[in-house]
């Protein structure tokens, strides 16, 4: 398994030093832009595996390279990095396709963490645990994140939180999967922002699974989610 390939976009010239050193000390291929300009262009001729970009910068704003970005491209995860706290502005990310969103400052490890969980490069279970997954009339490959829909063997490549969120769902099928222990062990935090990000994620997991309409992924409030078919 080669290095993941990071596409930094910060205008913070500091900050940026500072995040392409530590996550080349652990193993990471980063790439560096200081605008938003700079950083579209260098997303299209690196092909990074993940993106992590702030939201105010000059020329071009974080939210407009993903929203350029999301019309050829829906798949590289995205993680925002912003002082910005307000409500709207979080919502406005997930709504363009982020997947994730951390506030600053934060710490080094976190950031780790959440780029780890969403390039599916988090610690494997035994070889032995089931992988593919009946869930009515689709089929779930976890190990490859495909998502198979056997009426018109129609298929989707699903991103790699989505695959993690899914597949904890099917290994606890019919059973509550804790919203907490997904955001820990996914996010590496449960504040709101994180817990927010879930929703979304969980609405675009529900799109894929609609055509067969005994499929539901039901919120437990307070608790989490149970994957269940009628």
Same mark, same amino acid.
């Given at each position: 398994?080669?290095?993941v390939k990071?596409?930094l976009?910060?205008?913070?010239?500091?900050?940026?030093?500072?995040?392409?050193?530590?996550?080349?000390?652990?193993?990471?291929?980063?790439?560096?832009?200081?605008?938003?300009?700079?950083g579209?262009?260098?997303?299209?001729?690196?092909?990074?595996?993940?993106?992590?970009?702030d939201?105010?910068?000059?020329?071009?704003?974080?939210?407009?390279?993903?929203?350029?970005?999301r019309?050829t491209?829906?798949?590289?995860?995205?993680?925002?990095?912003?002082?910005?706290?307000?409500?709207?502005?979080?919502?406005a990310?997930? #709504?363009?396709?982020? @997947?994730?969103?951390?506030?600053?400052?934060?710490?080094?490890?976190? %950031? /780790?963490? +959440? !780029?780890?969980?969403?390039?599916g490069?988090?610690?494997?279970?035994?070889?032995?645990?089931?992988?593919?997954?009946?869930?009515?009339d689709?089929?779930f490959?976890?190990d490859?994140?495909?998502?198979?829909y056997?009426?018109?063997?129609?298929?989707?490549?699903?991103?790699?939180?989505?695959?993690?969120?899914?597949?904890?769902?099917?290994?606890?099928?019919?059973?509550i999967?804790?919203?907490?222990?997904?955001?820990? #062990?996914?996010?590496? @935090?449960d504040?709101?922002?994180?817990?927010?990000?879930?929703?979304v %994620? /969980?609405? +675009? !997991?529900?799109?894929?699974?609609?055509?067969?309409k005994r499929?539901?992924?039901?919120?437990?409030?307070?608790?989490?989610?149970?994957?269940?078919?009628d």
């Amino acid at each position: 398994m080669g290095k993941v390939k990071v596409l930094l976009i910060e205008d913070e010239i500091t900050l940026a030093k500072i995040i392409k050193d530590t996550l080349e000390s652990v193993g990471f291929d980063v790439c560096l832009a200081y605008d938003g300009e700079e950083g579209l262009k260098l997303f299209f001729e690196s092909k990074p595996d993940v993106l992590i970009s702030d939201i105010m910068m000059p020329k071009i704003s974080g939210l407009d390279v993903v929203q350029r970005i999301r019309k050829t491209d829906q798949t590289t995860p995205v993680i925002f990095l912003t002082a910005k706290t307000e409500v709207d502005d979080v919502v406005a990310g997930f #709504e363009i396709g982020a @997947n994730d969103y951390i506030r600053k400052p934060f710490a080094m490890k976190e %950031l /780790i963490v +959440r !780029i780890k969980a969403l390039t599916g490069r988090v610690s494997s279970k035994e070889e032995s645990e089931q992988r593919i997954f009946n869930i009515g009339d689709y089929e779930f490959d976890a190990d490859k994140g495909i998502l198979l829909y056997m009426p018109t063997c129609d298929t989707e490549q699903l991103p790699n939180r989505e695959t993690e969120v899914l597949k904890r769902f099917c290994q606890n099928f019919g059973s509550i999967v804790p919203m907490q222990n997904i955001l820990l #062990e996914l996010w590496g @935090n449960d504040d709101f922002f994180c817990a927010r990000s879930l929703q979304v %994620l /969980i609405t +675009r !997991i529900r799109h894929r699974l609609s055509k067969d309409k005994r499929i539901h992924i039901i919120n437990i409030r307070g608790n989490g989610y149970k994957l269940s078919l009628d």
